[in-house]
């Protein structure tokens, strides 16, 4: 079985641009999440999906931050423009619907901005 | 505010020794608790995990042990190898609400 997925594994753009980065789940999982790591610091907790629908949302950063995931499979989140303060390392989680609390996580993506 | 306290940083053990990371948290409704190993280039990975209705959990040579009172919980790595170099988080979560919310992490270096 597939684990997730996340492309880029890293990306470098320079502050005002925008980037766009994709989380394949494994299959069949309705649960995925967004999570970012600043430098040195904890993983937060950026939002929650449940097939299509956003079920939190609560720690976006700001409307800079955009995340879909059309029709329940990939899930992608767009940052524009980007800051140089959005630089970390972006990890997606999926967990199946009624699972044990276990979330797979993927390799993540590293973001620099410049 | 930091919701989970972790520590230490960093943390260099030898071959065979036992590993110990700490961590604290506040949110009394709290009611899961994992830790999570990533390896270099890798995603994070549960470890173990342990609910609130005991107090030591073990899985071959990772044991966790659990202070509700203190609210404090803690990962013991028995007869620490250098495969188990790693940066391992805890992290903890709301029965019904799987976000987690992870503690700053820490780097474990086991020297032969």
């Known amino acids: 079985e597939a684990g997730v997925t996340q492309f880029p594994s890293h990306s470098v753009i320079e502050k005002g641009q925008t980037v766009t980065l994709r989380c394949d789940p494994i299959?069949?999982?309705?649960?995925l999440y967004w999570y970012r790591r600043v430098m040195g610091k904890e993983i937060k907790f950026l939002l929650h999906?449940?097939?299509?629908?956003?079920?939190?949302e609560s720690g976006m950063p700001n409307n800079r931050f955009l995340a879909e995931r059309t029709g329940g499979t990939y899930s992608t989140l767009k940052v524009q423009p980007a800051e140089l303060e959005d630089s970390g390392v972006y990890f997606c989680?999926?967990?199946?619907?009624?699972?044990?609390?276990?979330?797979?996580f993927g390799p993540g993506t590293r973001l620099t901005v410049l | 505010q930091q919701q989970v306290k972790q520590s230490p940083q960093s943390l260099i053990v030898q071959k065979g020794g036992i590993s110990i990371i700490n961590c604290a948290y506040e949110?009394?409704?709290?009611?899961?608790f994992p830790w999570y190993q990533q390896f270099p280039g890798k995603g994070p990975a549960l470890l173990i995990a342990?609910?609130?209705?005991?107090s030591e959990k073990k899985e071959g040579r990772f044991t966790i042990s659990f202070n509700k009172s203190a609210k404090q919980f803690s990962l013991h790595i028995m007869d620490s190898q250098p495969g188990d170099s790693a940066t391992y988080f805890c992290?903890?979560?709301?029965?019904?609400?799987?976000?987690?919310?992870f503690g700053t992490g820490t780097r474990l270096t086991i020297i032969p």
């Open positions: 989680a999926s967990l199946p619907r009624g699972g044990d609390n276990e979330q797979f």
């Open positions: 299959s069949g999982h309705d649960n």
């Open positions: 999906f449940v097939k299509e629908s956003k079920q939190d």
């Open positions: 949110n009394t409704a709290f009611d899961y």
């Open positions: 342990i609910r609130p209705d005991v």
């Open positions: 992290a903890a979560s709301i029965f019904g609400n799987e976000k987690l919310t």
